[in-house]
């Protein structure tokens, strides 16, 4: 069984909807034995998230809380069909890792399978993503065939989010059992996110876990499987993690 050893979705009180700060996660990640977490508050165009400044600021951020590595991340939001997003270039360059994914209320005005893929086909080619987040939410539609595809030519992760199954996004297992088929068949990358909003579910991968298994997605395409395994995958893609 694939138990990823890395958080790589965890929200804090900065995303404006999520209730733990990042001290909570990392004790609550530390807790069940993981390596590191990812925190990947809300860009800004998500109203209540955090602004310019806290993305700006994640560097004083420690390295190390509670014995496991605090990453520095965003979950960015699409805003178009052209690859924009929701924070300027120069501080995405500055985090260890960059989701991006569609939410509603930040602008995004697609709303057919056609606008959706290519803007998620968009974001996967922005040279500072490395990650789609939920690209199998049934409120954003996707071909998802060119989906992977591309993910898969681009050496790009998509996101198996365990929240999906639980808390939000109704209706997206099915969806992401097609994902991960495909993925497998492909050879694509996967990543998961607990993408807790608590504390208490930083970790939590039942769900995400079960359909690895399902699939037979294999442990070396999970990039998060481990801290190395996250380090090489980062490293290939010209952005080594400078964990000092
Ligand atoms: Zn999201
Ligand atoms: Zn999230």
């Known amino acids: 069984m694939i138990a990823p050893m890395v958080d790589l979705h965890v929200h ?12 909570e996660c990392a004790r609550w990640a530390a807790q069940k034995g993981l ?3 990812a925190i990947t508050d809300h860009g800004p165009a998500i109203p209540g998230s955090g602004n310019l400044y806290h993305f ?4 004083v951020l ?10 520095r991340s965003v979950e960015a939001n699409i805003l178009d069909g052209e690859g924009g997003l929701d924070l300027p270039d120069k501080i995405l360059e500055s985090l260890d890792v960059v989701h991006a994914g569609l939410h509603p209320y930040t602008g995004y005005q697609g709303d057919s399978v056609q606008e959706n893929t290519a803007a998620l086909i968009a974001a996967i080619r922005h040279p500072l993503v490395d990650i789609i987040v939920h690209p199998d939410n049934p409120a954003f539609p996707v071909d998802m065939e060119a989906v992977v595809g591309e993910a898969v030519r681009e050496g790009k992760a998509l996101e198996i989010n365990n929240s999906s199954f639980v808390h ?8 992401c059992l097609h994902m991960a088929r495909l993925l497998a068949a492909k050879g694509g990358l996967v990543a998961v996110g607990s993408d807790a909003h608590v504390a208490a579910f930083a970790g939590e991968f039942t ?5 690895l298994q399902e699939t037979d997605i294999t442990e070396e395409s999970v990039i998060n499987y481990s801290i ?17």
């Open 35 to 37: 390596q590191a977490i």
């Open 168 to 175: 939000t996004r109704s209706g997206s297992e099915e969806n």
């Open 228 to 244: 190395e395994r996250l380090e090489e995958f980062l490293g290939s893609r010209g952005k080594p993690l400078r964990l000092e």
């Open 62 to 71: 420690p390295r190390r809380m509670h014995g496991i590595w605090i990453l």
């Open 207 to 211: 769900h995400a876990v079960e359909v």
């Open 12 to 23: 804090t009180v900065s995303s404006g909807h999520a209730y733990s700060t990042v001290e």
């Open 56 to 59: 700006w600021n994640l560097k």
